[in-house]
């Protein structure tokens, strides 16, 4: 569980060399804006402090850089947010500090500099191995690339993660097994694969709502994700969480665990979201989407766009929903509390949930249709 006195930080840097089409996040093309990115990097850091004041003493639990393409973010940057945050979240000790990076020759150039600036564990979005999947994905880098920048990062970090791409138009279970077995031959000690989402905002929601991609249909992306679930589990990771798999607890990420068990973390940077404590209420943050109205928004002292104090009862259907995404699930006293005990004890009968000592949980067929799971608790 998290430490009430604790809190992460989410840096989010929302530049891209390229807008990958099935990608929906607050992301802009990197386009020489060099100012912009500068100015950036200050509201960030004055972000940081003004939630520093707000929040009273509290011990940094972990950060994490996302995007975007922070592995973009100029190192030195990278190392004024790690020791402000550590001078402003003392005590923290050794903490995991993560940086996502795409593996491009450019980027990979720039692995050492980010380790001398204090990241230590690094997540590679290479997505496949198989360089037409790359052209489809729209990547901007091959499975050469991918090899090269793998062989720079391990000279470097001593902890990496990879994200994978599945359940892609065309592709088989035999295809899947195979790359997924050459990825995980490559070393690493957490992959995170994920299905394919088709989101109705991007190149692809507008490709398959003209019905020019047509995506796995939901029995073949069942036969995916159990594939997923039995190589990676024959090759020694454990799937603690529904689209991560690590080799051991030591491996998990520290940060990903501390937001899945509802510990608070301040979200920086345009449209990051937040969780914090505040007077004793949960509340649920969102920044700026847009550079400019971030950059004015801190500049004026209110970087959210959003603040919403979430009720009790919102507090513990969040808490609900996070948890079961994990091989922890929740404390069986919040199932009773909510009065969810008869629907988790149905739920139980169908080999969806399973109770594990004083914690409910998952079990793996629960996890794959984990959607369905929670709708049948709270609806």
Request: hydrophobic fraction near 40%; glycine fraction near 10%; charge should be negative.
């Amino acid at each position: 569980m998290t430490e009430p006195d604790t809190a992460a930080l989410y840096v989010h840097w929302p530049y891209c060399a390229r807008i990958c089409p099935y990608c929906d996040f607050n992301v802009v093309r990197d386009r020489g804006r060099t100012e912009e990115q500068a100015a950036l990097a200050d509201a960030i850091i004055a972000d940081m402090e003004a939630h520093a004041a707000l929040l009273g003493a509290r011990r940094l639990a972990s950060i994490f850089f996302g995007g975007g393409t922070p592995s973009l973010m100029p190192p030195d940057q990278v190392a004024r947010v790690i020791e402000r945050a550590r001078t402003l979240f003392p005590g923290g000790g050794e903490i995991e500090i993560t940086l996502e990076a795409n593996p491009t020759d450019a980027e990979g150039a720039r692995f050492a500099a980010l380790a001398r600036a204090g990241v230590n564990r690094l997540s590679l979005g290479v997505q496949s191995l198989d360089d037409e999947a790359l052209r489809f994905l729209g990547r901007n880098h091959s499975a050469a690339e991918a090899m090269r920048a793998l062989e720079l990062a391990r000279a470097v970090f001593a902890r990496l993660s990879i994200d994978l791409i599945y359940a892609r138009p065309g592709q088989t279970v035999a295809h899947w097994t195979d790359e997924l077995n050459r990825a995980v031959d490559l070393g690493f000690e957490h992959i995170s694969p994920y299905q394919l989402t088709i989101e109705p905002v991007t190149a692809f929601g507008r490709a398959f709502a003209r019905g020019t991609l047509v995506p796995p249909d939901e029995d073949l992306s069942a036969d995916l994700y159990e594939a997923t679930q039995t190589v990676l589990e024959a090759r020694g990771f454990d799937a603690y969480e529904v689209s991560n798999h690590a080799r051991g607890e030591t491996a998990r990420s520290a940060h990903n665990l501390h937001v899945w068990r509802g510990g608070d973390y301040v979200g920086l940077g345009p449209g990051a979201h937040g969780r914090l404590t505040l007077d004793q209420m949960r509340t649920a943050t969102v920044a700026h989407r847009g550079i400019a109205d971030y950059l004015a928004g801190v500049g004026a002292g209110q970087p959210w766009s959003e603040a919403q104090r979430l009720s009790p009862t919102e507090a513990d259907e969040e808490r609900l929903l996070l948890g079961l995404r994990t091989t922890d699930g929740v404390d069986a006293g919040l199932i009773a509390a909510m009065g969810l005990k008869t629907r988790a004890d149905d739920l139980s009968d169908q080999g969806m949930l399973a109770t594990r000592g004083t914690r409910i949980a998952a079990t793996a067929r629960g996890r794959q249709v984990l959607d369905g799971v929670l709708r049948a608790l709270l609806v």
